[in-house]
């Protein structure tokens, strides 16, 4: 069960104006659920996006590298089931072919569309299959259809991922709402995820290829379930313009503060549902690290707990062998670390500091703190005053069993 995560509603994820939705079962891997997803924007929207940094990225992400470096984008169109990863020419094919699909029905051209799949890697997608859809969920085109897109980009997910906040600055109002899927495969530089947000406001494309990486940064980039980078890592960020805002086109003004914020917000709730829906997790686990030199090397340590499977399953057991967190921190790559100014604490318990067990520690007080769902782990290394937090959660049998069975 998901940790501490409750599912969107429809009345929760507000209408985006300019974006409409709409979703079908198009049995592109297995029968009766819904599987196929058409976004539609309004002429004028700006687009920016960010994609896994795997080397065998799968097709759909090179096609939306492509057509976004053109510009003008009216479209997104998702599939789940079938990853469209590791297939090659045909499954470059394939993406173009599904672009071309949606081009033909909405009168458009195939580079303004941007393609995305998850699923299993290496099995062709059936291109014609989502051709077939496409009718019905353009049929099914809709403002507040975020909810049933929610559903149906889900693979391994147990619950849909979804947040939506109304804001405004100084000079106007706008609406923010995202949807995302992952539960596994989940690693930062993108992870088996895709998150689609998108919001009313007007803002200048340099500045939205700019927020775009900035969000990224402090939401999807600090989650973590498993270490595993994905092959079709997407996230997208749409602005419509519909909000009747001068165009922002200043990274200092209070408008792009306030659009950075509500974006940044949104982000956030989705990058942590998809650790809250981790596979098999029991606990969500924030580690946050301070005293660095670098906010890399905070990140680094972070990162290293988080995708260490002793730690990891010491959290699932509500075992304080914390010892194996003070391994991963030793193991982050800090060549000049000085283990002697490091302190760890796990809520409000100080665990080690001076190089080792803290003379106020009490294993009771550990075993205390990893029983609840949530944990929160803190460092400080004693370097700087850089900072950074990971998002992850524990390991445990059942994400073994998810992923023995995943292609049955």
Known sequence: ??????????????????VRLGVTEAGIRKANRRDLTLI????????????????FCAAPVQVCRQHLASGDIRALVINTGIANAGTGAPGLAAANASCAAVAELL????????????????????????????????????????????????????????????????????????????????????????????????????????????????SFNCVTVDGDTSTNDSFILVASGQAGNTEITDTGSSDYA????????????????????GEGATKFIEIAVS?????????????????????????????????RILGAIGNAGIADLD???????????????NGGRAATYKEEDGARIMEPAEI???????????????????LSYDYVKINADYRS
């Not at 995305?116 to 014609?128: D, H, N, R």
């Not at 923010?176 to 803002?203: E, Q, R």
């Not at 283990?339 to 500091?353: F, I, M, N, Q």
Request: net charge negative; glycine share 10%.
């Open 339 to 353: 283990v002697t100014g490091v302190k760890l604490w796990l809520g409000d318990v100080l665990v080690s500091e």
């Open 107 to 218: 009168g458009i051209e195939a580079a303004q569309v941007l393609p995305f799949s998850t699923g299993v890697i290496m099995e062709p997608l059936p291109a014609e299959r989502i051709a077939a859809g496409l009718p019905a969920c353009h049929a099914a085109l809709k403002a507040d259809g975020w909810f049933e897109a929610a559903h149906a980009i889900m693979t391994t997910d147990t619950i849909a991922k979804g947040a939506s906040r109304r804001a405004a600055s100084a000079d106007f109002s706008f609406t923010v709402t995202g949807i995302s899927k992952g539960a596994g495969m989940i690693k930062p530089n993108m992870a088996t995820m895709l998150g689609f947000v998108a919001t009313d406001a007007a803002i200048s494309q340099v500045l939205l290829d700019q927020l775009v990486k900035e969000v990224a940064d402090e």
């Open 258 to 277: 306030a659009l950075r914020d509500a974006v940044t917000t949104v982000a956030r709730q989705l990058a942590q549902a998809i650790v809250r829906d």
């Open 1 to 18: 069960m998901p940790v501490n995560l409750n599912p969107p509603t429809p009345e929760s994820l507000h209408p985006v104006a300019g």
């Open 376 to 394: 929160l782990v803190r460092i400080d290394l004693g370097r700087g005053q850089a900072t950074g937090k990971v998002w992850t959660c524990d």
């Open 291 to 323: 005293g660095g030199a670098t906010k890399d090397e905070c990140k680094a340590v972070g990162y290293a707990i988080a995708h260490s499977p002793l730690v990891k399953t010491a959290f699932f057991a509500s075992d304080p062998n914390l010892g």
């Open 40 to 55: 539609e924007l309004a002429p004028g929207s700006r687009v920016a996006g960010v994609f896994t940094q795997n080397r």
